[in-house]
């Protein structure tokens, strides 16, 4: 019963090509993130939504399009992938705003040809 | 915006020895301080959390405290484990609603 999961687990693919990552949780959280880990291990936040609504769009290309049709899903989609967009995405959820903690996925691992 | 930097980048222990790593922020406004424990090929999961009026807390091997007025809190991991090594990151949550992570330690727990 994993509580914040994530699809694919991996994902190869070939530049320029355009790939989504899906995210669901099953804690009744009202906000679910987006975080990029490099290569370097730092890991960065991209987005966050709080009740389907945006509230956190950090300094991310374009090519990055979060949508969320529910508070339980966060979907990632990626248009014209660049080799620097290889990295570990994590979705992760959070009961509120508030000071609560945040619960990680799994992650998934793009790879960029 | 908030910076939050880590210190140091690995530490190595023998196994029964104390482990500290350290964090400063810079936006005097961030309240709320978790710890994340990442092992290789796994997502990050919290092990410990404090809030800004909160000094000190504990939970069995592991404690945090924390400095306001300096704006640095830390981690401290008591007869360290194996099991313990992994890379450790420290967090700060800002007036704006998101976590800014430190760079993450590499501990590394010697038999």
């Known amino acids: 019963d994993t509580a914040v999961s994530q699809t694919p687990k991996y994902l190869v693919t070939q530049m320029g090509n355009d790939k989504s990552i899906k995210c669901e949780q099953n804690?009744?959280?009202?906000?679910m993130y987006w975080y990029k880990q490099d290569s370097k291990k730092f890991l960065k936040i991209m987005f966050s939504?709080?009740?389907?609504?945006?509230?956190i769009n950090e300094t991310v290309p374009n090519r990055f399009s979060p949508k969320s049709p529910d508070k339980a899903h966060l979907n990632l989609h990626i248009n014209s992938l660049e080799l620097g967009d290889s990295a570990v995405y994590f979705c992760?959820?959070?009961?509120?705003?508030?000071?609560?903690?945040?619960?990680f996925g799994d992650g998934t691992r793009l790879s960029i040809l | 915006g908030e910076n939050v930097e880590q210190h140091p980048s690995t530490l190595s222990v023998q196994e029964g020895d104390s482990a500290v790593i350290k964090c400063t922020y810079s936006?005097?406004?961030?309240?709320?301080f978790p710890w994340y424990k990442q092992e290789l090929g796994k997502r990050p999961q919290l092990i410990i959390d404090?809030?800004?009026?909160?000094g000190e807390k504990k939970d069995q091997r592991i404690a945090v405290t924390l400095n306001k007025t300096a704006k640095h809190f830390s981690l401290h991991i008591t007869e360290t484990q194996p099991e313990d090594s992994a890379v450790y990151f420290c967090?700060?949550?800002?007036?704006?609603?998101?976590?800014?992570f430190g760079t993450g330690t590499r501990l590394l727990v010697s038999p």
């Open positions: 992760a959820s959070s009961r509120d705003v508030s000071n609560q903690p945040q619960h």
């Open positions: 804690l009744g959280h009202d906000t």
């Open positions: 939504y709080n009740n389907k609504e945006l509230i």
């Open positions: 936006d005097s406004a961030s309240n709320y």
């Open positions: 404090i809030r800004s009026n909160v």
């Open positions: 967090a700060a949550r800002t007036g704006f609603q998101k976590l800014v």
